[in-house]
């Protein structure tokens, strides 16, 4: 289990951060935290609030990391990817770039386009 792990300081400060900017400091969740994940690259548990991002993602450049973030963020209020998922995740304005970014970087590790992030 994850859960007795200390909340990781640059995550939790740059979800804050991200919050304010984007979704009018008005989402809440309970953890964010980087955890050991093999296939993706963040996760979010709806009914709990609890935010997970892969530990490799933490040496991608900030801009990216942050994409990361506000996916995993925009799932608080949509546990889908639905229409209205993608209009909070594409205030973030690299939402697209960092999605190109890290799918050319699953196909240079050999893995699955991630593309689908949960
Ligand atoms: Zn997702």
Known sequence: MERS????ERLA???RT???RHFGGRLRWTSISFVDMAHNWGSCTFTTGEIRIARRAAGLPDWVLDYLVVHELA???HSDHGPAFHELENRYPLSERAKGYLMALDAGAGRPP?????
Request: no cysteine.
């Open 5 to 8: 792990r200390p909340t990781d």
């Open 13 to 15: 400060q740059r979800a």
């Open 18 to 20: 991200l919050n304010v």
């Open 75 to 77: 799932h608080l209020d």
């Open 114 to 118: 991630s593309g689908e992030l949960t």
